[in-house]
C-alpha cells in the first residue's frame, strides 16, 4: 500500500482520524527514510567516483540499505494491520498473544532501525564528504526510530498479563536499548572528529 502512495497521500492517511496507521507504521516510515537516504550518499559517492578505494565497503552500504528500506515498508504495512488486531481481541490469552506479538514485531524494527545505525559508519566516514550533513541526518533518524519502536515494544509490554514472556522481553529490550546507546555513543564521537 504505502509502496505505491504518494508522500501526500502517506501524510493524510497517517493524520487521519482511524488509529491505524498507528506508531509502528511512522516508526518504520521513518527508519526506510533513514536508509534511503544513506543509501543516496553511498550511491552519490560511488556513482562520482569520488574515493575508489573504499568503493567496496560502500556498496556493502549500499545494498545493506536498499534491503533494509524494503524491509521498513514491509514492516510499515504490516504494522498498520497490528492496531485493528488487537483491539478486536477480547480480554485475556489471546490478548496476550497479540500484545506479545505486536511487542516482538516492533522489537523487529528496532533492530532493523539498527543496522542503519551500523552502517552509518560507512556512509559518514567514507561518504562524500559534501553530504556529511545527510550521513549525520541518517543516524539520527535511524536512532529515532529505533527509540520509537523501543517505545512501541514497552507500550505493548505494559499491557501483557504473563509475567515471564514479558519478563524476557523486557530484559531483552534493555539489553538492546544498552547495545544501542554504545553504538551510538560511537557514532557521535566519530561524528564529532
Known amino acids: 500500500m504505502y509502496k505505491n502512495m504518494s508522500f501526500k497521500e502517506i501524510l493524510n492517511e497517517i493524520s487521519s482520524t482511524d488509529p491505524a496507521p498507528a ?4 516508526t518504520a516510515l521513518v527508519g526506510a527514510l533513514a536508509s534511503a537516504l544513506g543509501y543516496m550518499v553511498a550511491n552519490y559517492t560511488i556513482s562520482n567516483g569520488n ?3 573504499y568503493e567496496n565497503t560502500l556498496e556493502v552500504a549500499l545494498e545493506n540499505l ?3 528500506k524494503e524491509k521498513l515498508m514491509e514492516y510499515a504495512e504490516e504494522s498498520s494491520k ?3 488486531r488487537i483491539e478486536n481481541i477480547k480480554e485475556g490469552e489471546d490478548k ?3 500484545l506479545t506479538a505486536a511487542a516482538v514485531f516492533s522489537f523487529n524494527i528496532a533492530k532493523t532501525c539498527y543496522s542503519i545505525l551500523k552502517n552509518c559508519f560507512t556512509i559518514y566516514k567514507y561518504g562524500n564528504p559534501v553530504l556529511k550533513p545527510e550521513a549525520k541526518i541518517t543516524c539520527y533518524l535511524a536512532w529515532a526510530a529505533l527509540n520509537s519502536a523501543i517505545i512501541s515494544v514497552e507500550a505493548n509490554l505494559e499491557k501483557i498479563n504473563k509475567t515471564e514472556e514479558k519478563e524476557n522481553l523486557l530484559n531483552d529490550t534493555i539489553e538492546f536499548k544498552n547495545e544501542a546507546d ?7 564521537e566519530e561524528i564529532k572528529n
Open 82 to 84: 497490528y492496531v485493528e
Open 182 to 188: 554504545s553504538l551510538l555513543k560511537e557514532l557521535k
Open 23 to 26: 506508531g509502528g507504521t511512522v
Open 96 to 98: 496476550d498473544k497479540s
Open 51 to 53: 574515493d575508489k578505494d
Open 66 to 68: 536498499i534491503d533494509i
